[in-house]
């Protein structure tokens, strides 16, 4: 199953640095459930990723250093396909 979505990345919390984790506000997820693990990509890079949601409303991706690095910078616009 593969949902399209138009995120804007963020830095993700503390709590969350280094543990391959996305976080995306729940309306966005459409029908992945929480905690699964997707393939997050943008061109030709992609990272599996656990899917978690969050209350702050919005089009935006929470993602770490290190998988913002491989995919995308802060603060840019993207149309990801969430493939679970």
Same mark, same amino acid.
């Given at each position: ?23 995306? #506000?729940?309306?966005?997820? =459409? ?11 943008? =061109? ?13 409303? =919005? ?13 995308? #910078? ?6 990801? #396909?969430?493939?679970?």
């Amino acid at each position: 199953m593969t949902h399209t979505v138009e995120l804007q990345v963020q830095r993700t919390g503390r709590i969350n640095v280094f543990r391959d984790r996305a976080r995306i #506000p729940e309306a966005q997820l =459409g029908s992945i459930r929480e905690g699964r693990i997707c393939k997050v990509s943008v =061109g030709p890079k992609s990272a599996l990723l656990e899917i978690r949601n969050f209350s702050k409303p =919005g089009a935006i991706i929470r993602l770490d250093a290190r998988t913002r690095d491989l995919l995308e #910078p802060l603060n840019k616009s993207l149309e990801l #396909p969430l493939a679970a």
